[in-house]
């Protein structure tokens, strides 16, 4: 198993470009989220999704969707980019959305806004 | 609302140092409370978990009491090696109708000197 995999690792936009942050897991998990992490803010939580065609917000949606067409990916779709969004990216996945649920992260996605 | 207050950082033990990060926590009805660690340039894992009052969490020597009459979880290990040096986040997971939603502490920086 490869486990929770994001792409790209490095990103850099100018302000106003969109992009989409990959992420996909091949255990079958029920449950993904997106969370962005700041210093000294912790993990935020932006958008999670319970099953496929299922999403809801988190603390911090604006400036971000998602959809859940799929069990294995979980695109995170930034439409204009702004200096505000630079920060670190982790995707994770959990078997189910009981709250004793370990939640497993992919390695993260840096992104840069200029 | 739900939220995490851990104890700002960073620290800085010597190897073999007992070590010992508050966690506290305020939540509306039975959350599970979790530690993650993060280690350099890498995504966020399982430390530990605790799911009912009074349960207590353990892995490599670490340990965390889910204290419901406190509302605390504090994380603490009686020897700590070089390798431990990392991040550490305390969490908690409750369930919303739409799904459990995590929410994360703001880290606290370890590093262990030889």
């Known amino acids: 198993n490869a486990g929770v995999t994001q792409t790209p690792k490095f990103q850099v936009l100018k302000t106003g470009q969109s992009m989409t942050l990959q992420c996909a897991q091949d255990?079958?998990?029920?449950?993904m989220s997106w969370y962005r992490q700041d210093p000294g803010m912790g993990l935020r939580l932006i958008h999670y999704?319970?099953?496929?065609?299922?999403?809801d917000q988190g603390e911090v949606p604006n400036g971000y969707n998602v959809s859940r067409s799929t069990t294995e990916d979980f695109p995170l779709r930034l439409l204009s980019a702004a200096p505000s969004q630079t920060s670190v990216y982790f995707c994770?996945?959990?078997?189910?959305?009981?709250?004793?649920?370990?939640?497993?992260f992919g390695p993260g996605t840096r992104l840069t806004v200029l | 609302g739900n939220s995490v207050t851990q104890m700002e950082g960073p620290v800085t033990l010597s190897e073999e140092a007992f070590l010992t990060i508050n966690c506290t926590y305020t939540?509306?009805?039975?959350?599970?409370l979790f530690w993650y660690v993060q280690y350099p340039g890498e995504g966020l894992q399982l430390l530990l978990k605790?799911?009912?009052?009074?349960d207590k969490g353990s892995n490599k020597g670490f340990e965390a009491t889910y204290r419901k009459e406190t509302t605390s979880f504090h994380l603490e290990k009686g020897s700590v090696q070089v390798s431990d040096s990392a991040v550490y986040f305390c969490a908690l997971s409750f369930l919303r109708n739409t799904g459990n939603q995590f929410y994360f502490g703001t880290g606290t920086s370890l590093t262990v000197i030889p």
């Open positions: 999704s319970v099953g496929a065609g299922i999403t």
């Open positions: 605790a799911t009912k009052a009074d």
């Open positions: 994770a996945s959990s078997p189910h959305q009981g709250i004793t649920d370990t939640q497993y």
């Open positions: 939540a509306t009805g039975y959350p599970s």
């Open positions: 255990m079958n998990h029920e449950y």
